[in-house]
């Protein structure tokens, strides 16, 4: 072997630590539970599939449905190709306006995880800030906090993004466009789960504000922002995690609801609620497809994410080790 293959003590020194870090992954009992339920691994190959096909749609898709040169009302509502009218460019069959089925799946799985993830971001941003607040402040400012926390929770989620929803409307009336009703969209939903983060952090950071490293960091005059985002909350993010996660899935269900219930996106931007609203009127007329293939998928997607998330919760809890 040449003297230049052999690697310097500077070079050793650099990825000692990586190989450790490398090591205690591999040696970790999280990894270890993962590679030993057969139903996360299934649940978390569910999961990517349905993600990276979201990502990469414009590039693995037959067809655009946003592109009406490739739209044609001569081809609405065909069947699936394996059946005696089916055509065999459009794998899944076509909706009403002539839109491949697997086309628009692909593109809507992409809608549908973009709200559930900005709006699950939105919502944990919220309640991470309200919680670690309340939770090294006290007093008043914990009161008001969790009262609120308290009134929204008599609520149901669907019910709150409904009544955020309506009053957008009423404030902007026609002005609304497509753009405007994706962020409200996400703005409805993650007001609806910041309550769930905010308590947890509450609580955890209540029991970390008494140990020694915060009074420690308080005695030598560390600002209390400082406190709690750089030494408060890493010690309390496992639990945001694991409802983020789970939380991930409900958002999805809920976009999908308001869309069915013709409040969340239009028919333009085809979500899996929409493309499920679509092909609901369809239904009883015999295009079946049209429903359930979007249905297959919105329900493949919430169960492999809720999986997941039951796993992460057990994973991260250390009385199950």
């Known amino acids: ?35 030993h339920s057969k139903v996360t691994i299934a649940a978390a190959i569910v999961t990517l599939l349905i993600i990276c096909g979201a990502l990469f749609a414009p590039w693995i898709a037959p067809h655009n449905p946003f ?84 009134v929204q929770l008599t609520f149901p989620a669907i019910l709150i993004a409904l009544l955020i929803d309506g009053s957008v409307r009423a404030m902007v009336g026609g002005q609304r466009n497509e753009e405007m009703v994706f962020w409200v969209l996400i703005f409805s939903i993650g007001l609806s789960f910041w309550v769930q983060y905010a308590r947890t952090v509450r609580g955890s950071t209540m029991v970390e504000k ?23 909350l890493p010690n309390v993010i496992g639990p945001v995690l694991v409802i ?10 809920l976009e999908a609801t308001l869309s069915f219930l013709g409040v969340g996106l239009p028919p333009t931007q085809p979500s899996l609620g929409t493309l499920i609203s679509i092909g609901n009127n369809y239904l009883f007329s015999g295009e ?19 999986l997941v998330g039951d796993w992460l919760r057990d994973a991260l809890n250390p009385k199950l080790r």
Not at 11 to 29: I, V
């Open 67 to 150: 592109d009406l040169r490739e739209v044609n009302l001569i081809n609405s509502n065909l069947p699936p190709a394996w059946m005696a009218e089916g055509n065999k460019d459009f794998l899944l069959g076509t909706d009403d306006q002539g839109r491949d089925i697997l086309s628009t799946i692909l593109y809507g799985s992409r809608i549908s995880l973009s709200v559930g993830i900005l709006s699950v971001a939105f919502a944990a941003i919220v309640g991470i800030v309200l919680g670690l607040v309340a939770g090294y402040r006290g007093g008043a400012v914990d009161t008001v906090i969790m009262r609120i926390a308290d």
């Open 244 to 253: 983020a996660t789970i939380n991930l899935a409900l958002a999805v269900i």
């Open 210 to 232: 008494s140990k020694d490293y915060v009074l420690a960091a308080r005695l030598i005059g560390i600002h209390p922002i400082k406190i709690l985002f750089r030494h408060v």
């Open 1 to 35: 072997m040449s003297a230049s293959a052999t690697p310097t003590p500077l070079e050793s020194a650099a990825t000692a630590p990586e190989r450790k870090r490398w090591a205690a992954l591999r040696d970790s009992d999280t990894l270890y539970s993962f590679l």
């Open 288 to 306: 079946w497809w049209i429903a359930i293939f979007p249905g297959i998928t919105l329900a493949a997607l919430v169960l492999a994410v809720n």
